[in-house]
């Protein structure tokens, strides 16, 4: 995932700069930053998602790990779809690493990879939360300069 420290530094615009943009420069200005904080919801949202799983995952590592070998038990092949099954090795699991590509690791080595993307996860979260809000307060300075110049441009009755 790309670091996002350099998105927002170069494109923070004071409200003075805004107050020197003629109309339709605000009216792009303010578009351009509803759109980027829209982005960095979805972002968050994707995470959220992301992070969501792998602690399913995790847990459910945790689970395989105290049946028996020899147990039976319903294998997912998909979100909806189950086969019986019968547990042969609990100590080696096959971890999906992304784009299809599969691992086997050692439990112990799949209950750290979950963790560590967890974490991983959850440190971007933070970068985006604090992206996000202050894009946010960007957009809000852009909308009430822009009624501000709109109601200037109102003659009073």
Same mark, same amino acid.
């Given at each position: 995932?790309?670091?996002?420290?350099?998105?927002?530094?170069?494109?923070?615009?004071?409200?003075?700069? $805004?107050?020197? $943009?003629? /109309?339709?420069?605000?009216?792009?200005?303010?578009?351009?930053?509803?759109?980027?904080?829209?982005?960095?919801?979805?972002?968050?949202?994707?995470?959220?998602?992301?992070?969501?799983?792998?602690?399913?995952?995790?847990?459910?590592?945790?689970?395989?790990?105290?049946?028996?070998?020899?147990?039976? $038990?319903?294998?997912?092949?998909?979100?909806?779809?189950?086969?019986? &099954?019968?547990?042969?090795?609990?100590?080696?699991? /096959?971890?999906?690493?992304?784009? &299809?590509?599969?691992?086997?690791?050692? #439990?112990?080595?799949?209950?750290?990879?979950?963790?560590?993307?967890?974490?991983?996860?959850?440190?971007?979260?933070?970068?985006?939360?604090?992206?996000?809000?202050?894009?946010?307060?960007?957009?809000?300075?852009?909308?009430?300069?822009?009624?501000?110049?709109?109601?200037? #441009?109102?003659?009073?009755?």
């Amino acid at each position: 995932m790309a670091s996002a420290k350099g998105v927002g530094s170069s494109s923070v615009v004071r409200v003075a700069e $805004m107050e020197k $943009m003629s /109309l339709e420069q605000l009216k792009a200005f303010k578009e351009q930053s509803d759109l980027e904080v829209n982005l960095l919801q979805e972002s968050l949202n994707n995470i959220r998602t992301a992070t969501g799983r792998l602690e399913i995952a995790s847990s459910a590592l945790y689970d395989l790990s105290l049946r028996p070998q020899g147990k039976k $038990m319903l294998v997912p092949l998909t979100a909806s779809l189950y086969v019986p &099954g019968k547990l042969d090795d609990a100590d080696k699991v /096959l971890v999906d690493i992304g784009t &299809g590509y599969f691992v086997e690791k050692t #439990m112990a080595e799949g209950k750290d990879y979950c963790e560590r993307k967890i974490n991983l996860l959850k440190s971007n979260f933070d970068q985006l939360i604090e992206l996000a809000s202050k894009k946010k307060t960007v957009a809000d300075e852009a909308g009430a300069v822009l009624q501000a110049k709109l109601k200037q #441009m109102v003659p009073a009755t």
